[in-house]
Structures are given as structure tokens and as C-alpha cells.
């Protein structure tokens, strides 16, 4: 994403922004993505519907404490990281400076790794019961899944 590099006369480094990141149209796309990274969470915390089969689960915590969740934290996460990114690419100097941290770029591929791979190996499919798929909702909750857990990890790897 950024490099360092060091002017003679200064001893703090200046990033150099990788030409993708000048591109407008590229801050556009993230933005897009952005804007509807957060339209899904916010759909999933508003409509939500109790996804499992009341006869294994009778007892609903998720809706409780849905936000308590690290695949809904490391999303929101991401979204925050996707709308800075775009914003810096307009040129906004405060976005610059968080977008372009190596650091944060680090810590969000990271948590966003850490839950595709858990989703993927079917660690959690072992232990939950089984799903209801007879509703359009249940299938936007479906798109939903994917898209957390399969889409936004490897386009952070890209990014």
C-alpha cells in the first residue's frame, strides 16, 4: 500500500502513496463498498430473525448481543478502514494519514483474516445447529454470511 522513504535533510519518514491509491475511480469503488459494507450490517442489526431451528436452539442470545460477535466487530472494522481509505484517496490530508499507516492496514487484514479462515475451516458449522432457509430473509442472512466471511476477507488481502 505505502512505502517509506527518507529525505536527506529530515529525519521522520514520508509515505509514498502507491499510484492506485491516486486513482479516483479506485476511491469511488471504495466508497461504494463502503456505503454498503455498512448497509449490510446495519440490515443485519435491524431485521434481524432468530436464524435457528427453535427445536435444537430454544433460546435466542444473539439477538442480545449480536455486536458482541468478532465477525461483526472486524466488519465494522473494515468498513471504517474501506470509507477512511476512500476519503484519503480524494485527497483528505486526516484520512491520509490514518488510511495509509501500515500499522492499521496490518491490524485490519488481520482481523478480517482471522475471521475468514475460522468461517472457512467449518470450525463454527461444527457447533451450531441447524439453519432454517425457507424465507427471503433467510437467504439475504445466507448473502450476508458469504459476504462477510468470504468476500471481504480476500479483498483485504488485495488492498
Known sequence: MTTVT???ND??????????YKNKIFGICLLILGI????????????????????YSPIDYSRFN???????????FVCFYLLV????????VRAQKIAFSPMLGALVTTYILITGV??????????TTPYQWDTPTHSMLGFIQVYHHMIIPPLMVLL
Open 118 to 127: 475460522v468461517y472457512c475451516c467449518g470450525i463454527p458449522l461444527a457447533f
Open 36 to 55: 454498503f459494507s455498512v448497509l449490510i450490517i446495519v440490515h443485519r442489526l435491524v431485521h434481524y430473525v432468530y436464524e435457528f431451528d427453535p427445536k
Open 11 to 20: 529525519a521522520s519518514p514520508t509515505p509514498t502513496i502507491a499510484p492506485l
Open 6 to 8: 527518507e529525505k536527506k
Open 85 to 92: 481509505t476512500a476519503f484519503a484517496v480524494f485527497g483528505n
Open 66 to 76: 449480536i455486536l458482541s460477535f468478532f465477525t461483526v466487530q472486524s466488519n465494522i
